[in-house]
């Protein structure tokens, strides 16, 4: 892979999620089969809901973060600045994108060089997994740490995408174990995260074994992204097969529920994949997530400003207390262990 060819993609995948329907079909989230139980006698004072939590061993004033979407180029460098800007002012951790190709080009590595405007907050580096089948390993997992000042890594998962991308790399085969190698090299922690299609609970078993230490679901709902990719194809046949695969994935809310009922769950469990608002994210920690995570819902305003992204940010944030106030959460802790999040297939 050149470099050009990482950096057209990473455009072209901005300009498909902005302008194409790319939302899975005949699935979703799941959350929508769960409602709160209204709490008419809350007992608690709005302005009091304390919504911080830990993250990475930093203080964070929600437990919101953007998923890692891009980098490389200078369209996505100036959405990063935007992200990592309103980020920092509003206390939500932050994911990059792929961030392999910063090893591989000083001008793309810029753009994920973000710690002047985000000083703080929690920072995640991001790289395929796949890429350990590819020439890369611990060394090149530590730099790109080293040159974004990233407090952790997470490898992505992403199989299915890998096929529908025409210029994909496909061997998946014993990763788990260089994954283990990865986790025990490096000095941050290293997560793993899917990119839309969800991880199992067998999985997230393995990978903590394996020395993983959070986990993001990034489960079905929301971003397809083999219709990502179908939009992207050349090859007319794997452009048919992506209509085969609309509703492929396991919903996020199934994730969470399944994860977080683990004997032994992750340390950090992050519920993200179709996530848009901050009822979705109050059910998910309230099926047991410890963070929730925004990807393409918050591209468009990431797109336009810091300011559109401040303005989302507050109304996402606003949300989440809401619910808390609406079934007497005073923190998240409440929120996590409340009885009032009731199953409507129960
Ligand atoms: C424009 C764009 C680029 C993305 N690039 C990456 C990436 O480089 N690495 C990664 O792990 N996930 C990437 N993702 C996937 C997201 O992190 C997320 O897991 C997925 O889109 C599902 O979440 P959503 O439904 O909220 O979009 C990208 C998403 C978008 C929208």
């Known amino acids: ?47 009091s809901i304390d919504t911080s939590a830990t993250f990475l061993k930093k203080q964070v004033k929600v ?23 309103a980020a920092e002012e509003k206390g939500w951790a932050l994911g990059l994108g792929s961030s392999r190709v910063a090893l591989e080009n000083k001008t793309a590595a810029a753009s994920f060089q973000l710690r002047e405007e985000a000083p703080t907050i929690p920072i995640f580096a991001n790289i395929g997994a796949v890429q350990l089948n590819y ?24 199989s299915m995408q890998e096929i529908f991308q025409d210029e994909g790399d ?58 990502v990719e179908k939009y992207r194809s050349q090859n007319s046949i794997k452009q048919r097969a992506a209509s085969a695969f609309l509703d492929w994935g396991l919903p996020t809310a199934k ?18 994949g179709g996530i848009t608002n901050g009822v979705e994210a109050a059910k998910a920690i309230a099926l047991g997530a410890d963070m929730a995570g925004y990807g ?11 300011e559109a992204l401040l303005e989302r940010f507050e109304q996402l944030e606003l949300e989440l207390r809401i619910s808390m106030f609406g079934i ?10 409340t009885d009032r999040l009731i199953s409507q297939n129960a």
Request: proline share 4%.
């Open 255 to 272: 994730c969470v529920e399944q994860l977080s009922g683990l004997p032994k769950p992750p340390d950090c469990l992050i519920a993200s």
């Open 296 to 306: 393409r819902s918050i591209l468009p305003e990431a797109v336009d400003s810091k």
């Open 170 to 227: 496909t061997d998946f085969s014993g990763l788990l174990l260089k994954i283990a190698k990865v986790a025990d090299a490096l000095s941050v922690p290293v997560g793993i995260k899917e990119v839309g299609f969800g991880i199992a609970s067998d999985t997230c078993s393995l990978l903590i074994e394996a020395g993983v230490q959070f986990i993001d679901t990034a489960g079905a709902g929301g971003t397809s992204w083999i219709e």
């Open 1 to 47: 892979m050149t470099d050009r060819s990482i950096h057209n993609r990473k455009d072209e995948h901005i300009h498909i999620t902005l302008n194409e329907q790319v939302q899975g079909k005949g699935i979703s989230t799941g959350f929508e089969s769960y409602r709160f139980e209204h709490q008419a006698l809350p007992e608690i004072s709005f302005d």
């Open 135 to 158: 020439g890369y390993g611990s060394e090149e997992c530590s730099q790109i740490v080293r040159l974004t000042g990233a407090d952790a890594i997470v490898l992505h998962l992403n």
């Open 328 to 337: 007497g959460a005073q923190n998240l802790e409440a929120l996590k262990n």
């Open 63 to 85: 437990p919101f973060l953007i998923s890692s979407m891009t980098g490389g180029t200078p369209r996505a460098h100036e959405i990063n600045r935007n992200l990592a800007s």
